[in-house]
């Protein structure tokens, strides 16, 4: 099984975003496609990013916890 077969997975940072790795195709509310500059990508799940659906960093700053 190559890298490119392997299925993509999300995992949740403690206190901070959803790390998505693998082949997956993002998109918005609308079903267009949301370009993806590298294979992992951070997802916010604070909602206070500027740059959502990914994650800037503010999560940090703001406090954000999880109970994961
Ligand atoms: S999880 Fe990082 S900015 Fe929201």
Do not use: N, W
Not at 25 to 52: F, H, M, N, W, Y
Request: proline share 7%; glycine share 8%; net charge negative.
């Amino acid at each position: 099984m190559s890298a490119q077969d392997e299925p993509a997975t999300i995992t949740a940072y403690p206190d901070g975003p959803l790390l998505v790795r693998g082949a997956v195709e993002l998109r918005d509310d609308d079903g267009a496609p949301i370009e993806q500059r590298r294979r992992t990508v951070a997802l916010c799940r604070c909602g206070l990013s500027t740059i959502k659906p990914f994650c800037d960093g503010t999560h940090k700053a703001a406090g954000f916890r999880t109970d994961a």
